[in-house]
């Protein structure tokens, strides 16, 4: 069993790569900052493919919230990392 590590794993572009992970059979570990969001995907991706997902309420432009993510993966095995948090400026 693998397992993916999606940062923005709950909107757009990051919450389809982890629909298509779940859909593999893939274990997921999720992070963003919005905690309500990221539980109610979680549920819907465990209901729905019956992977373990865990979700981790981190703002990744922040060194607390990396610290956060880290912490996580000192406890448990990521293979695949997707790493996609992010906005984009609409400046050159
Ligand atoms: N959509 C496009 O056309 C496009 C084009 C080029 C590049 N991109 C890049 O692709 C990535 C995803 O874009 P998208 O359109 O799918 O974005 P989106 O729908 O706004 O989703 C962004 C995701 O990242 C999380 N996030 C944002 N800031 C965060 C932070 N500081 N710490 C942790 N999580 C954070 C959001 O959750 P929370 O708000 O809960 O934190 C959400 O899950 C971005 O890096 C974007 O720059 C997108």
Do not use: W, Y
Request: charge should be positive; include cysteine.
């Amino acid at each position: 069993m693998t397992t993916a590590l999606i940062t923005g794993g709950t909107s757009g572009i990051g919450l389809g790569f982890a629909r298509r992970f779940a859909a593999a059979g893939h274990d997921l570990l999720l992070a963003a900052r919005n905690q309500p969001r990221l539980d109610r995907v979680a549920a819907d991706l465990r209901r729905g493919h019956g992977v373990r997902v865990d979700a981790i309420s981190a703002d990744l432009a922040t060194p607390d919230g990396c610290a956060t993510v880290e912490k996580h993966l000192s406890a448990c095995a990521v293979d695949i990392l997707v790493n996609n948090a992010g906005l984009s400026l609409p400046q050159p």
